[in-house]
């Protein structure tokens, strides 16, 4: 009997609980209610609980970057940064999402090319007066008094031994450098995850795409996709040429992120991903499959060589597994994307791309022809 006193002043209609606005008391309706034969004081307790109590409305929780579909903690990777306290907001109808990287990819790729061949134009065009420049500087520099340890000009003579596809990576391995600094700053942390790191989870899908193929939160990741993309410059430059390597580069990083994005929507494994990886495994993959019969070998065993295409083909066969398998170290969709966009181009790509340009640099040549003309007749 006490038990149930208890129960009935603290989990009933005792006095403290406010009558309701309609006037009625919870007795009344308790007995207004409740079956005849259940209006005994040995069942007020069952009847009064639900006049007490409301059933609390479901909380929707977000979803965070360190949770999958299985409920399992993600093991972050020490190539990216800490984001276990950001929040994305993955939408309820995933294939939507790719939408809008999808046509950013396309288009962005077709402006990437169609810049490189107007580049290119303007570069075949100044050649002849930067060759008679050069002949001009050189007759100057023999008539001027020479300065002794001067920085500029060991600079120049660095700057004039490297080859032409490693004095095109140079600005490439500078901003990589420079993003990574910015990574250093504690102000910025905010700012870098949402525009340098991508993720189909994420508010801001398209720009990451190319910001985030320039950004490196490790050291070690950085100086070892830096490090190939120097030592494969000058094949590939050598292969495509300074302007076309620019827009197969560029497009690599993007075409890698959206198959990325595509990964992780299938899987629901969402998570940010940054590195140049994608895009140094479009160019590893071309000159492989270009020169199938090179000899490559590791860093640190310089004593064991392999051929390329063996080489090309145990990357492939090891991202495929980690992309199936789901590991988490490496974001093995965007290498894998890289790899086939690189073997691709090389095979089909360049003939059905690049040589397909004069088109668009005969609109470009009009325009360049005609613009002083009407510039003159404005006068």
Request: hydrophobic share 40%; proline share 6%; glycine share 10%.
């Amino acid at each position: 009997m006490a038990w149930r006193g208890w129960a009935q002043r603290g989990w009933g209609c005792g006095p403290a609980w406010a009558q309701p606005a309609g006037g009625r008391g919870c007795e009344e309706l308790t007995a207004a209610l409740a079956p005849p034969r259940l209006l005994g004081r040995r069942f007020d307790f069952f009847i009064q609980q639900k006049c007490g109590f409301r059933k609390a409305p479901r909380k929707v929780e977000p979803r965070r970057s360190d949770t999958g579909t299985s409920g399992e903690a993600y093991k972050r990777s020490a190539l990216i940064p800490p984001v276990e306290e950001t929040v994305f907001y993955p939408s309820p109808y995933p294939i939507r999402t790719l939408v809008k990287p999808l046509f950013f990819t396309v288009g962005f790729t077709g402006c990437a090319f169609g810049s490189a061949a107007i580049w290119q134009y303007e570069s075949l065009k100044s050649r002849v007066q930067s060759y008679f420049d050069g002949i001009k500087a050189d007759w100057l520099d023999s008539i001027r008094p020479q300065k002794e340890g001067d920085f500029r000009k060991e600079i120049n003579k660095w700057w004039n031994n490297l080859s032409d596809g490693q004095r095109t990576v140079t600005g490439i391995i500078a901003a990589n450098v420079f993003v990574f600094c910015l990574w250093r700053v504690p102000s910025l942390q905010r700012t870098m995850i949402r525009y340098f790191t991508s993720n189909p989870a994420s508010k801001v899908l398209c720009s990451p795409m190319l910001l985030s193929t320039f950004s490196h939160f490790s050291l070690f990741h950085m100086a070892a996709n830096m490090y190939v993309l120097w030592s494969f410059s000058s094949s590939i430059v050598n292969i495509l040429g300074q302007e076309q390597f620019m827009a197969v580069y560029l497009s690599a990083g993007v075409i890698s992120n959206f198959v990325s994005y595509v990964c992780k929507v299938a899987t629901g494994r969402y998570g940010p991903s940054l590195g140049a990886s994608g895009a140094i495994m479009t160019v590893l993959a071309a000159v492989c499959t270009k020169i199938p019969e090179g000899r490559l070998a590791i860093i640190f065993l310089p004593m064991f060589t392999f051929t390329a295409g063996n080489a090309l083909k145990a990357i492939i066969a090891m991202d495929t597994a980690g992309m199936i398998l789901g590991w988490k170290f490496f974001d093995h969709a965007a290498h894998l994307g890289g790899a086939l966009f690189g073997i691709w181009y090389i095979t089909y790509g360049h003939e059905l791309i690049w040589k397909n340009r004069e088109p668009l640099v005969k609109i470009w040549h009009e325009m360049r022809t005609n613009s002083p003309k009407k510039g003159g007749g404005s006068k």
